[in-house]
């Protein structure tokens, strides 16, 4: 006899998660699945978001831990197809330890990424059956250091430009404040529209940037070069 799978604890309208289809036999879904996984997201192809999805708490650590191409950057949109995202499924099982690891890991992560439905992750953790009054009260205390500390963003030189050393440099205040809004603006866009553009122009000091807010880059268009450098958001 072929084991039960658990009972879905959230996030019931998934798309990407093939254990909702049981009619298929197995000739016609294995190569169904090699498509899926070749395309999946990667919190998806890494495993966290089931793990969380579950509550497998010991899986989540591990797969967390072992994943270290994954960025703060990856747990900031959800995958194709998921109502939820990481944070989503953390608070509706209400897992404090989960979300400390989760942050110490990925400060960047944010607690105000709304799901498809538009809830941020403490909406679900209160309407959640299981609720948790110490998680809720953890994840307020987190969302308001979040909201409260000054967002600064940075780039990447490596070239010796201007004669700065190899590393992170942060941006002008105003030009952390400029990126903070377009990202935020970005972040609520996608969630309504999942094909949104990720690049944004923008004006900081004497030069204009595109800046990629998914592949997290700048561009320079206005010097010869054209230099592309990493950025990153800073907690």
């Known amino acids: ?5 658990p009972k879905k604890s959230s996030d019931d309208l998934d798309d990407s998660s093939s254990s909702d289809d049981n009619s298929s036999n197995i000739s016609t879904s294995k190569p169904k699945l090699k498509s899926m996984q070749q395309q999946q997201h990667p919190i998806d192809a890494s ?3 089931e793990a969380a ?4 708490w010991d899986d989540f650590n591990t797969r967390l831990l072992g994943h270290s191409d994954l960025s703060f950057a990856d747990f900031n949109e959800l995958p194709p197809g998921r109502s939820f995202g990481v944070v989503h499924q953390i608070s509706y099982n209400g897992s404090r330890d989960a979300l400390e690891k989760l942050l110490d890991l990925h400060p960047g992560v944010d607690l105000m990424l709304p799901t ?7 909406q679900v953790a209160q309407e ?15 969302m308001q250091q979040q909201q409260s500390s000054t967002n600064k963003w940075q780039y990447w030189i490596d070239d010796a430009v201007d004669g700065k050393k190899t590393g992170w440099h942060d941006y002008t205040k ?8 377009l990202y935020k603006n970005y972040q609520q866009q996608k969630t309504a529209t999942p094909s949104k553009n990720s690049e ?10 595109i800046l990629d ?3 997290m880059t700048q561009t320079n268009v206005i010097h010869s070069n054209n230099t592309t450098r990493r950025i990153r958001r800073c907690l």
Not at 1 to 5: G, R, T
Not at 116 to 122: C, F, H, P
Not at 174 to 181: A, D, H, L, R, T
């Open 116 to 122: 498809k439905q538009g809830q941020t992750a403490l």
């Open 47 to 49: 495993g966290v978001l």
């Open 1 to 5: 006899a072929v084991a039960s799978l």
């Open 213 to 215: 807010l998914k592949k």
């Open 53 to 56: 999805k579950f509550g497998n």
């Open 174 to 181: 105003e030009g952390s404040i400029k990126v903070q809004q």
């Open 128 to 142: 959640s059956s299981d609720k948790n009054g110490d998680f809720i009260k953890y994840l307020k205390e987190r």
């Open 200 to 209: 944004h122009q923008i004006k900081i000091g004497n030069f204009t940037y």
